[in-house]
């Protein structure tokens, strides 16, 4: 539940800064803020996302590669 209500927060300061130029409309969460609420809820845990390494990352991305 606070995970959601920290992405309301965050998208509701985001509305009061970059909200006078927007049209009525729906409007997707901006994944960077999805990002930075995701990160801080995890930093509150004490958990940490670590980076791919190189060989990780070329293996995500090669469709030959695995089963």
Excluded: C, H
Excluded at 6 to 24: E, H, I
């Amino acid at each position: 539940m606070d995970l959601s209500f920290a992405s309301q927060f965050n998208a509701m300061m985001w509305m009061a800064k970059n909200g006078k130029g927007l049209k009525p409309a729906v409007y997707e969460f901006p994944k960077e803020l999805d990002r930075e609420t995701a990160l801080a809820k995890l930093e509150t845990m004490g958990i940490s996302i670590d980076k791919w390494t190189e060989e990780q990352e070329r293996y995500a991305k090669a469709y030959a590669e695995g089963t």
